[in-house]
């Protein structure tokens, strides 16, 4: 004649996604004016930009930080970079 009742939550966690845009103008206009990959549900994040002769100039482990194109107080010039 007992009765019992029991409750649990089960969580799950969201999809992993990412999005890295492949271009950037840090020029102060207010747009695309810093590189930031957007991403949800990582667990863990570090990101690094890297110049042509392999220099990393950039690093982060904060989802919410971009790269604003300078390295050591100067805008570095138009080109392709590297991001890890």
């Not at 009765?3 to 992993?16: L, Q, V």
């Not at 102060?28 to 990959?37: R, T, V």
């Given at each position: 004649?007992?009765?019992?009742?029991?409750?649990?939550?089960?969580?799950?966690?969201?999809?992993?996604?990412?999005?890295?845009?492949?271009?950037?103008?840090?020029?102060?206009?207010g747009?695309?004016?810093?590189?930031?990959?957007?991403?949800?549900?990582?667990?863990?994040y570090?990101?690094?930009?890297?110049?042509?002769?392999g220099?990393?100039?950039?690093?982060?482990?904060?989802?919410?930080?971009?790269?604003?194109?300078?390295?050591?107080?100067?805008?570095?010039?138009?080109?392709?970079?590297?991001?890890?």
């Amino acid at each position: 004649g007992c009765t019992d009742t029991s409750f649990f939550s089960i969580s799950k966690s969201p999809e992993f996604l990412i999005f890295i845009p492949n271009a950037f103008s840090p020029n102060s206009d207010g747009n695309n004016d810093i590189f930031k990959p957007v991403c949800v549900g990582a667990f863990s994040y570090t990101m690094q930009i890297f110049n042509r002769w392999g220099e990393q100039i950039f690093e982060s482990q904060n989802v919410d930080a971009g790269w604003d194109g300078q390295y050591k107080s100067a805008q570095q010039q138009q080109g392709i970079y590297v991001y890890l």
